[in-house]
C-alpha cells in the first residue's frame, strides 16, 4: 500500500498551491480520506477529511474557507486546493487513508500514511 504526496513547494503568504495524493490502485476504495500537517515543534495536527465517495468533507476551523479538499477515485488520487495561504501553514502535509468510510479528524482512525510534502510559506 502506498500513498505518494505531491504539489508542496515554497509560496509568498496569500498564495495557492494544491497537493496531490496518488494512492495504490484500489486503496481509495470504501476509505474516508484525510490530509495532516505537522509543523516544526508541534504535533500533528487534522487538517481535511472526505467521505470515499467524495459527498462530503470536514475541515480544521484554521483553514476552513481556504482549503478544499476532493477527491478522484477513478485516478485514485486525493486532493488539497489551498489558498490565501499563511505563514501559519508552513508544515510537513501528510495524506491518509482511513479505516472507515465516513468523515474522520482523529489520526488514530486512519491506517495508512504517506511520508508527506513540505509547504512552506513565506512572508
Known amino acids: 500500500v502506498q500513498l505518494v504526496e505531491s504539489g508542496g513547494g515554497l509560496v509568498q503568504a496569500g498564495g495557492s498551491l494544491r497537493l496531490s495524493c496518488l494512492a495504490s490502485?484500489?486503496?481509495?476504495?470504501?476509505?474516508?480520506m484525510g490530509w495532516f500537517r505537522q509543523a516544526p515543534g508541534k504535533d500533528r495536527e487534522f487538517v481535511a477529511t472526505v467521505t470515499w465517495k467524495g459527498g462530503s468533507t470536514s475541515y480544521a476551523d484554521s483553514v476552513k474557507g481556504r482549503f478544499t479538499i476532493s477527491r478522484d477515485n477513478a485516478k485514485n488520487t486525493v486532493y488539497l486546493q489551498m489558498n490565501s495561504l499563511k505563514p501559519e501553514d508552513t508544515a510537513v502535509y501528510y495524506c491518509?487513508?482511513?479505516?472507515?468510510?465516513?468523515?474522520?479528524?482523529?489520526?488514530?482512525?486512519?491506517?495508512?500514511w504517506g511520508l508527506g510534502t513540505q509547504v512552506t510559506v513565506s512572508s
Open positions: 490502485e484500489g486503496i481509495l476504495s470504501g476509505r474516508a
Open positions: 491518509a487513508a482511513s479505516m472507515f468510510t465516513t468523515l474522520r479528524d482523529r489520526q488514530s482512525e486512519y491506517e495508512y
